[in-house]
Nanobody, 119 residues
Framework: QVHLVESGGGLVQAGGSLRLSCAASGRSFSRYTMGWLRQAPGKEREFVASIRWSDGSTSYADSLKGRFTISRDNTKNTVYLQMNSLKPEDTAIYYC????????????WGQGTQVTVSS
């Protein structure tokens, strides 16, 4: 059973930074890709970034490249999302998710953490 717990959300002014954390437990994640997705009010959930646990290869939404960075700490079983130069349109609930190597979709989700960027 995969268990994901996000933390680090909050209120920040435009131009500021936040680092989200996702503590993962329940199994070995060497065959998983971990991702961050977000959902803004009234909008569909969208992909933010992902990282393959085995080799650290990353993928980003084109619109967020250069501002957001995903990383992982194998010793802590934790995935991070560093968010810089935040904009009001980054306001959303941010979810951590896990996708098994043979799956097309993220099958395990955290409860989400709220990020609010004020103008």
């Amino acid at each position: 059973q995969v268990h994901l717990v996000e933390s680090g959300g909050g209120l920040v002014q435009a131009g500021g930074s936040l680092r989200l954390s996702c503590a993962a437990s329940g199994r070995s994640f060497s065959r998983y890709t971990m991702g961050w997705l977000r959902q803004a009010p009234g909008k569909e959930r969208e992909f933010v970034a992902s990282i393959r646990w085995s080799d650290g290869s990353t993928s980003y939404a084109d619109s967020l490249k250069g501002r957001f960075t995903i990383s992982r700490d194998n010793t802590k079983n934790t995935v991070y999302l560093q968010m810089n130069s935040l904009k009001p349109e980054d306001t959303a609930i941010y979810y951590c998710a896990a996708r098994y190597i043979t799956s097309e979709n993220f099958g395990s989700w955290g409860q989400g953490t709220q990020v609010t960027v004020s103008s």
